[in-house]
């Protein structure tokens, strides 16, 4: 009798001793990484958080938290993320003047972090070795639209409405002073200048990157510039699509009344826009790939591995991973769709 107790207590005990090991051993294999969001409200992040628990759900833990555009409130979120014992950070910074704070706060907890979206300066990247950054070159974006606003006009020649051989064209700009709306903006006109094509702007407003706004600005053009106008080149899609119901609005967009329109972002509502041809096309931002190699980044740092261990592309001069813009027209929409199907999980 009390032999075969005594089997019973060591096979339960063994029994314990085998769970214990296994939930330890998979805890052990799976990285639990912190992700601290600006703001769940943006939708562009949205995509990027999608992607992150997309690549990443199965093989680490994730842990996402929503700063809900609060500087204050992420820098307590950092020290939250740290004390439930996280193996690496990933932070969308709500402003980049908090990087070194929260550099710091990484350091002290000798943990690695990503930072993406929203750039920390090159000063910060550089002043901590196990600190990287995912992103894009903005300034592509604004080359890339205007190479599109060139191609379509010398294609197709309904768009030179005063066949003057100038491109007559607006800039609807965002929000002056953010990096983005500097850099697009600049890059238009640039990338006019450096290929010696004939383009007149006849004007920029801001549209504050918002489609409320930008429609005011639209509905203001069309009043002073009327069938002059030949494009408009937007900063961002919310933007586009305020000019496309102003334009609408006035019967434009119709055969008789052609406007050129070019975005960037190539969001999944404007993609029928661009299949129907009210949209000459926009610049994808491919959050899938950005989302991805924020987790694979954080991963490979949280698990010893060489951080770039699957990652397309090199870092740059202040540890940056650049995603490309892909421009999207008519002729290649699958390719945006596809980004859209991984980042929104369907
Ligand atoms: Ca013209």
Redesign the pocket.
């Known amino acids: 009798m009390m032999k075969r107790k005594s089997l019973r207590c060591s096979v339960i005990l063994t029994l314990l001793f085998v769970l214990v090991c296994t939930g330890a051993s998979s805890a052990a294999e799976k990285p639990k990484i912190g992700v601290l969001i600006f703001d769940y409200a943006n939708n562009y992040v949205s995509y990027i958080r999608n992607s992150i628990n997309q690549v990443g759900g199965d093989s680490a833990e994730i842990l996402m938290v929503d700063a809900q555009n609060d500087q204050a409130r992420q820098v307590e979120q950092v020290d939250t993320v740290i004390s439930r014992g996280v193996d690496a950070l990933a932070v969308n910074a709500v402003s980049p003047e908090a990087a070194p704070t929260i550099i710091e706060k990484a350091r002290a907890a000798d943990l690695p972090i990503v930072f993406f979206n929203r750039s920390p300066s090159k000063e910060d990247m550089l002043s901590y070795e196990k600190c990287w950054y995912v992103g894009t070159t903005p300034y592509d974006s604004g080359r890339l639209s205007s190479e599109m606003a060139m191609a379509a006009f010398k294609a197709d020649p309904k768009y030179?409405?005063?066949?003057?051989?100038?491109?007559?064209y607006l800039i609807i700009k965002g929000t002056p002073g953010h990096p983005d709306a500097e850099a697009r903006t600049l890059a238009v006109q640039e990338t006019f200048e450096k290929a010696g094509f004939k383009a007149e702007l006849l004007d920029v407003q801001t549209g504050n990157f918002r489609t409320a706004d930008a429609k005011d600005v639209m509905d203001a053009w069309i009043g002073k510039f009327g069938d002059k106008i030949?494009m408009v080149l937007a900063n961002n899609d919310a933007m586009l699509l305020g000019c496309v119901e102003s334009l609408k609005g006035e019967g434009y967009l119709t055969p008789g009344k052609p406007c050129g329109l070019i975005g960037i972002n190539a969001l999944p509502e404007v993609l029928p826009m661009i299949e129907d041809g009210t949209v000459l096309g926009s610049i994808l931002s491919d959050a899938y790939s950005e989302g991805k190699n924020i987790f694979t980044m954080c991963f490979n740092s949280a698990t010893g591995k060489d951080v770039l261990t699957g990652v397309n592309g090199q870092l740059d001069d202040m540890k940056a991973i650049r995603v490309p813009y892909i421009p999207i027209d008519k002729g290649n929409i699958p390719t945006a769709q596809e980004v859209y199907r991984y980042a929104l999980g369907q």
Not at 160 to 168: P, T
């Open positions: 030179d409405k005063n066949r003057d051989g100038v491109l007559q030949e």
